[in-house]
């Protein structure tokens, strides 16, 4: 990845909530799924958006790409602000940006053959091509895919889950877009599948000059595929780095925990994460705890992190950590490795 290449996509200020009718005299709570979310994607990047269930993943990537609208913020497309931008305006530019989904059997209509169901995006974001023409790019792109042309008039439920997610690659790759945001893409599938999946998303970044958001509950997953990886709790980003830093060196106490479940083979460090395992439960974004929100499950945690919201503060070149203590946590974890 090019570290000079322009901005992408540029998230400001980033606010969504959902109202929740409880049944209890009718009355709405307020669950707020986002909130004070800010980056940026840089061309040819891949962006890790990483974090428990629940805690806004696939709400962000759907803000991102207007499937559903934030409260507040902007999400800028090359300077220009999706959130503002008239219905027929984002219609153009949604041939841009697509998204593949976690379940790739559930997210293909059953009815269309696969040649049906890839050209489909093609009918209403390019007009223009003639029929002909769109079937030369369906076979194009299932060739990219690895899917044999003669696939083309068989019906989703003749493929395997792996096989699927490639046709719901095809689909969002038919419109050449810049950027696509891939939710969860392998979680559905068997782990000898996945690492095909993945390695299929790393050459069609290269051949087509992707751009990409990666999201998932898992750690080891985003690990080999981003350059850049953004942790969320709760709606809230915690940290912010590259994938060697995160992977290395986490700053924040969540990343840190959320690194436990990836399987390391040195037995010290191993201890060590162990201690920091994520201990109980996500609490209710309609409610969440005062200042940090982690605080309730950080083993780092003191008095003043009830009181006091951390900032997302930059500690170095680039790097965003949102944790008033992240300094002592760096001195406090080292006498834990011997204990
Ligand atoms: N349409 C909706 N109406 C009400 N609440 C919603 C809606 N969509 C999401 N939420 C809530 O917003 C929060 C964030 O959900 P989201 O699906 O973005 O999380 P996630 O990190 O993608 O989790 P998962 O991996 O389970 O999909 C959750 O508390 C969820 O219950």
Excluded at 90 to 106: G, T, V, Y
Excluded at 268 to 288: F, M, Y
Aim: net charge neutral; aromatic share 4%; proline share 7%.
């Amino acid at each position: 990845m090019n570290k000079m290449a322009p901005n992408l996509l540029e998230i400001r200020d980033l606010k969504k909530t959902f109202g929740i009718a409880t049944g209890l005299f009718s009355r709405e709570l307020t669950l707020t799924a986002l909130q004070d979310i800010n980056f940026s994607v840089r061309q040819g990047e891949t962006l890790g958006i990483v974090g428990e269930s629940g805690c806004g993943k696939s709400t962000l990537g759907r803000c991102i790409l207007q499937l559903i609208a934030p409260d507040e913020g902007q999400v800028l497309w090359l300077g220009q602000d999706l959130t503002r931008l008239p219905a027929e305006e984002m219609r153009k530019r949604r041939a841009d940006l697509q998204i593949i989904f976690q379940d790739p059997l559930a997210s293909l209509n059953p009815r269309m053959t696969v040649g049906e169901i890839i050209e489909d995006p093609l009918k209403t974001l390019r007009p223009e091509l003639k029929r002909a023409e769109r079937r030369a790019r369906v076979v194009r792109v299932m060739e990219s895919v690895g899917l044999l042309p003669e696939m083309i008039n068989r019906y989703p439920h003749e493929f395997s889950g792996g096989q699927a997610q490639r046709i719901g690659i095809a689909r969002a790759l038919i419109t050449e877009p810049k950027l696509i945001v891939c939710d969860e893409p392998v979680s559905a599938l068997d782990v000898s599948i996945q690492a095909q999946i993945l390695n299929l998303l790393s050459e069609l970044k290269d051949e087509y000059g992707l751009t990409l958001i990666f999201i998932s509950h898992n750690l080891s997953v985003v690990r080999h595929v981003s350059d850049r990886i953004l942790v969320l709790y709760l709606g809230r980003v915690v940290e912010l780095a590259t994938g060697d830093e995160i992977y290395g060196d986490p700053k924040h106490p969540y990343t840190r925990a959320l690194l436990t479940a990836v399987p390391i083979p040195d037995p010290k460090l191993a201890r060590q994460r162990q201690i920091e395992s994520l201990q109980g439960e996500i609490p209710s974004p309609i409610n969440p705890p005062s200042g940090c929100t982690f605080r309730t499950r950080c083993r780092f945690a003191i008095e003043r992190c009830a009181e006091v919201r951390p900032p997302l503060e930059e500690i170095e070149n680039g790097r965003l950590v949102a944790c008033i203590r992240w300094k002592e946590v760096e001195t406090e974890r080292a006498p834990l490795a011997q204990a």
